[in-house]
């Protein structure tokens, strides 16, 4: 990717943040949104490795993933 050029329109992820919360955002809300959704796919990754593996699966499955998602759900409930 150049430099300089953007990944998402941040104002826009700002505005709907902001729609939704009904209050107001910090100027790097979006980047913290970000990595928290990094945080939570790695946390639901590393879980369905785990239980594809103590149900003897050569490798992570929808089942095994749909298994852990309400666990890791629940863990970034905030």
């Known amino acids: 990717m150049a430099a300089g050029q953007k990944l ?3 104002a826009t ?5 902001k729609a939704h919360s009904k209050r ?9 949104i970000f990595l928290d ?8 990754m590393k879980e ?4 594809a593996k ?9 089942k095994s993933v749909k298994k852990v998602t309400e ?3 629940a ?3 905030g």
């Not at 107001?24 to 913290?32: A, C, S, W």
């Not at 990094?38 to 639901?44: M, P």
């Open 8 to 10: 998402y329109p941040r």
């Open 13 to 17: 992820v700002k505005k709907i943040v």
């Open 24 to 32: 107001n955002v910090t100027k790097n809300v979006d980047v913290l």
């Open 37 to 44: 959704y990094a945080l939570f796919l790695q946390t639901l």
């Open 48 to 51: 369905a490795s785990i239980n």
């Open 54 to 62: 103590q149900a003897g699966e050569r490798g992570i499955s929808a």
């Open 71 to 73: 666990l890791s759900l």
């Open 75 to 77: 863990k970034f409930k």
